[in-house]
């Protein structure tokens, strides 16, 4: 069974149970700048399983792309991958423990006919937060598995929970058995010889956690992922996902333009290119930091491995057309954006080039100078240097080093880096201290602006429009948010004419504090959902706009004069940017 088969069983299978089928969320979150990428299909659901009401009901599914990047250095093996698409299935108070392992169950052996004899499920076995799972021990008895195939673990194993703080629960999950013989007699589920394959997590959604605890949350609901990549592989009878029609094209292309033979080097540039593809496909680029940062080492990686293949890197396009081809049935949008990203990335690996190969001497010099010291770790001076001088992200130097069984202290590079860091802002904040005190008063109005200007395109062009970024300057505010096509020059005029008739109606701004649920159940606009605490500040104008924000804004919006569009834009896919002045 094809990749794309299984993604539309699982819809069409939920929907047939009652559920809707949601798009998918951008791979960069949106509204959200305080996580780096979309992890998992849950969350972009955060505020809708906290109580939020989600506008297509309590049954929910679909297919989420996700991009995890704590084992980007593990990618070369047979099964890491930093991109992968999860399908999943909610239910928002609605469903819990039973139907939803009821379903699980039919799903896997009726729809995929996998042998009941080859899974196996664990449980939460209990402890002084959360009792030992009986319910869906006797759903899975139910069901049809044996009492020797249903395992109970701890925390470690099955709680699941996205980070420190949020919404979580015990878990059941399925596995897979791949008929291998048990590596010990003690071997079960939890054990990473390959012999059980992880296929499915259910989380029962009932609790929060926060820093004094958890609590019970107001509803109980049920929180799946199913990895499409894993499955497919194990459906196709295949050992890695290197060898499913996602990705097996593009190993061949590989193969025909090497001419040095690396099995680890061209699962490194199939897997990267990927991710690649799919975070610029939703509009990130390469940057020095955060989500662009990664982007970066990720196409830099590549490269570096298209190099040690000896690809000819003029023939790079051929492999981007290969891949966006293994892929345009999942993600036909590649197909509308394959300029912009062949574009970002042959323009990241040509950069990356110029210093490449001067960066690779260097590194040899300093990775000698260590050697011939007798030492085994490198200085982290010459670490940074290859940083800042070669675009050698540390990661990769560590990566070289390992290969030459050198290593790199890491921890003592963070610290370098932050002392580097923390010069150059003291520098600059000497730099702008006297401009931003005296422009303080017009960015506030500007701010306040931004709200109105947020809540007038809802109302004029519909409830997808969300903040995606905003920079405000005192000469000008840029505003950026989703929305799939140009603007039209009426709905701008709208735009423009009901934002000035808020500022017309000199609306109060309140400054109210409450608790982060709370906000959210009330409808209120949530930028940077994560970053707050459990008590939020919320700005309230009128019956305008409810935003989660942490200020500063006028006191009513008569303040702010007269507001004008000055240009509106495309700033990345599906993503809109305007351009507007307080005159
Ligand atoms: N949130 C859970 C996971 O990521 C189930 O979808 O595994």
New binding site residues.
Partial sequence: MKAIEIRNKYLNFFKNHGHAIIPSAPVIPENDPSVLFTT???QPLVPYLLGQKHPSGTRLTDYQKCVRTVDIDEVGDNRHLTYFE?L?NWSLGDYFKEESIAMSYEFLTKELGIPAEKLSVTCFAGDDDCSKDEVAYSAWRKAGIPDERIYFFGKDDNW?IAGEEGPCGPDTEMFYDTGKPKCSPECNPSCDCGKYVEIW?N?FMEFYKDKNGYSKLSQQNV???LGLERMTMLLQGKETPFEIELFSPVMEKLVELEKVDNIESRRIVAEHLRSSMMIINDGGRPSNVDRGYILRRLLRRMTRHLNKLEVDLNRLDEVIDVSIDALKELYPELLQNRDIIKNVIIEEKDKFMKTLQNGEREFEKVANRTKNSGKKVLETEAVFNLYETYGFPPEMTEELAKEAGLEVDMSDYQKLFKEHQEKSRLGSEQKFKGGLASTGEIETKYHTATHLLNAALKVVLGDHVHQKGSNITAERMRFDFSHGAKMTDEEKQKVEDLVNKYIADDIKVEKMEMKKEEALAMGAEAMFLDKYGDVVTVYKIGDVSLELCGGPHVESTGKLGHFKIKKEEASSSGVRRIKAILE
Wanted: aromatic fraction near 10%; hydrophobic fraction near 45%; glycine fraction near 28%.
């Fill in positions: 998992a299909g849950m999860m999943g699941w997590n989380v929180d799946t992922g």
